[in-house]
């Protein structure tokens, strides 16, 4: 039995507007709780608030989603769509989603910092930028080399820490 008043199913009227406050608060007690996580981390401000703005979309497409079905669309075939686009666009990202992670791992890690001199893969020089997707030196010709940071995760990096950091002897991580 539905209830209708001017055509309109209130029943299904108050689960639509229920679940839209269940996504709502969801997504801000998500962002408050990562936001707490990452008062303890060493990640930049910059890829704190990506991540949380990255799962707040989440939470919004699964109550956009959860709304849609209790409307009554069959969404079998709209999700074995986005299955086979994820797929694709995974691929296609793949370097880029590598570069970003190893990135975020080099920052936390902390295996060397802007100003220390290193060498990886035949590139050697002053450190002058850690980015999310690629750190930056300095040559001794004053060359800017970009280098990705899947490169660090998966090669020795020899350092030779800046002079306000201490040691003068080179390091392997």
């Known amino acids: 039995m539905s209830l ?12 639509v507007v229920v679940a839209l406050l269940v996504t709502y608060v969801a997504a801000r007690t998500l962002s408050k709780v990562l936001e707490k996580v990452f008062e303890k981390t060493p990640f930049p401000e910059q890829i704190e608030r990506g991540i949380v703005r ?17 409307l009554g669309v069959d969404l079998t075939s709209l999700l074995v769509g986005l299955g ?14 590598q570069n970003f992670v190893s990135g975020i791992l080099v ?3 902390r295996a060397f910092m802007v100003g220390d001199r290193i060498r990886v893969q035949g590139f050697e020089g ?15 010709e004053g060359d800017m080399v970009f280098i990705p940071n899947s490169i660090f995760i ?3 990096v020899i350092r030779r820490p ?12």
């Open 54 to 70: 990255a799962s707040k979309y989440v939470v919004y497409i699964t109550g956009f989603f959860t709304i849609i079905s209790l």
């Open 107 to 109: 920052i936390g890690d």
């Open 126 to 140: 002053r450190v002058v930028k850690i980015g999310v997707r690629t750190t930056v030196i300095e040559t001794a």
């Open 84 to 97: 086979a686009f994820s797929i694709a666009i995974s691929f296609a990202t793949s370097n880029i989603v």
């Open 4 to 15: 209708t008043m001017s055509g309109l199913d209130v029943l299904q009227i108050a689960k």
């Open 162 to 173: 800046s002079k306000e950091r201490g040691a003068n002897h080179p390091t392997k991580t």
């Open 154 to 156: 998966s090669n020795p």
